[in-house]
Nanobody
C-alpha cells in the first residue's frame, strides 16, 4: 500500500520561508522522479518543482531562485525549501512520484501580507 504524507505547511508572512517534507512508503522511492505540486481553489494542480532519481532538478518559472527541491533516499523523504514567499504561493502543496497515480492529502501553505 502506497502512503504519501506531506507536512510543514502553515501561515507565514510575505518574504518568509517554509520547509515542506514528504515521506513516502510502499514504493521503491529512490528510483522515482518526484515532484511538488500545488493547487488553489478552482484551478488544476500545477507542477512547481521536480527532482530525478539522480538528483537533477527542474522548476516552474514562478518559483525559480526561490524554491529548492531535494530528496533523502535513505529516509524516503522529499523536501521543498521555500524562501522569499509571495502571496501568490498560497496553495495546498502535494508531493507525488511523477509517473505514478498516487497522491497524498497535501499541506496548506498560506502567505499573508
Amino acid at each position: 500500500q502506497v502512503r504519501i504524507v506531506e507536512s510543514g505547511g502553515g501561515l507565514v508572512q510575505s518574504g518568509g520561508s517554509l520547509r515542506l517534507s514528504c515521506t513516502v512508503s510502499g514504493i521503491n522511492f529512490k528510483i522515482y522522479q518526484m515532484g511538488w505540486y500545488r493547487q488553489t481553489p478552482g484551478t488544476q494542480r500545477e507542477l512547481v518543482a521536480a527532482i530525478t532519481s539522480g538528483g537533477s532538478t527542474n522548476y516552474t518559472n514562478s518559483v525559480k531562485d526561490r524554491f529548492t527541491i531535494s530528496r533523502d533516499n535513505a529516509w524516503n523523504t522529499l523536501f521543498l525549501q521555500m524562501d522569499s514567499l509571495k502571496l501568490e504561493d498560497t496553495a495546498v502543496y502535494y508531493c507525488k512520484p511523477v509517473s505514478s497515480p498516487y497522491w497524498g492529502r497535501g499541506t496548506q501553505v498560506t502567505v499573508s501580507s
